[in-house]
């Protein structure tokens, strides 16, 4: 169930930011309330057009007394829907809407950790349950009313073929 993006088979780091990077950072640091209040209203129309899926997808909450800066829209499958997330991903895909998976999944369930002594508490059902069914969808700032609508409509279409 990984993405072989984001299958992990070494420990490593590269905690380095280029010249380039650092550059491009301060630049972008004038325009991140911007950012921030973009990708929060694309967050808040997302969810509340799928709010009439909750039958088929777990929304995120946000957590009491917070304010997010969203990456995306994280959507896991609940258990027992009629499909599975990489049909609903390739039918997003397919329509132009792009999706990722969640990073490394349950990385206890990573090749790296097969020969890493590690502890672990309880059977991990719900990071598996996560690894297997979650995705995001993006908020990016550049997305406008006009690409929601049909991020929201390409869900429609896919959830009344059911």
């Known amino acids: 169930s990984y993405d072989h993006k984001y299958t992990y088979t070494h420990a490593g780091y590269n905690l380095k930011a280029t010249d380039m990077q650092a550059a491009v950072g301060l630049v972008q640091l004038g325009r991140l309330a911007r950012f921030v ?6 967050f808040d129309a997302l969810k509340a057009g799928l709010k009439r899926f909750e039958e088929f997808l777990i929304l995120p909450e946000v957590t009491a007394d917070s304010e997010a800066s969203w990456f995306g829209l994280p959507l896991t499958v609940r258990e027992g829907a009629p499909f599975k997330r990489e049909a609903l991903t390739s039918h997003l895909a397919a329509a132009k809407v792009g999706t990722r998976l ?4 349950n990385i206890a369930r990573q090749p790296y950790f097969k020969g890493v002594p590690h502890r672990q508490v309880g059977d991990l059902t719900n990071a598996d349950r996560v690894m297997r069914g979650t995705f995001w969808v993006g908020v990016h700032p550049g997305i406008d009313a006009a690409r929601r609508a049909h991020m929201l409509a390409s869900f429609a279409t896919f959830f009344k073929a059911l």
């Open 102 to 105: 969640l990073f490394g999944g």
């Open 37 to 42: 209040k973009a990708r929060r209203e694309n």
